[in-house]
């Protein structure tokens, strides 16, 4: 990812529809404050938070992820991903994103590898579509509305994104391969 692609993105689409930072915010039902923080690449959202503002301002995830069309098929080489999240450049985060369907104009689904650090707050997400999880290595705490599990290398979770949900590492980093779809 490129310096501040993702706020930037985010606010020229704003910017386009003449939305202020707190009418986003509002749209998206996000914070204000939380919205100006992504603008201005202070915090990296987690993936729901991206569906969110992408909802909010009528593009699809991708928009604010790629940055030039391949063609058919994207072929993804071990380790040529770059990582999509601005956490390198000392935007805080608990994922870490390496998109797989960059260049992909068309796409429905989100393929990602996410690294995952532990995070304290198990804030829940929701937003509409699905999600489907290969937990690679470590552990991870899926809690789905009331129910909590843990998974571990080689376990899955397939569910409906529109009930809350929070992914995380347990008792250390942890890496998966997340497919997410999104309706348009």
Do not use: W
């Amino acid at each position: 990812m490129t310096e501040g692609k993702l706020g930037a993105r985010i606010r020229k689409y704003r910017e386009q529809l003449g939305l202020s930072q707190e009418q986003l915010a509002v749209n998206a039902g996000l914070d204000a404050g939380f919205v100006a923080d992504v603008e201005n690449d202070l915090v990296y959202p987690p993936i729901g938070n991206i569906i969110k503002l992408s909802r909010a301002l009528g593009q699809r995830v991708g928009t604010f992820m790629d940055d030039q069309f391949r063609p058919d098929p994207i072929i993804t080489r071990s380790g040529a991903v770059e990582e999509e999240t601005a956490s390198h450049r000392g935007a805080k985060g608990h994922y870490h994103y390496f998109p797989l369907g960059n260049g992909k104009s068309d796409r429905h689904m989100e393929p990602l590898f996410i690294r995952i650090e532990e995070d304290e707050s198990k804030e829940m997400s929701s937003h509409e579509g699905e999600e489907f999880i290969i937990v690679m290595s470590g552990k991870v705490l899926i809690k789905y509305g009331k129910m909590e599990e843990v998974l571990c290398a080689g376990d899955t979770v397939y569910y409906n994104s529109v009930v809350p949900h929070f992914i995380g590492a347990v008792d250390g980093p942890a890496e998966i391969y997340a497919v997410l779809y999104v309706p348009m």
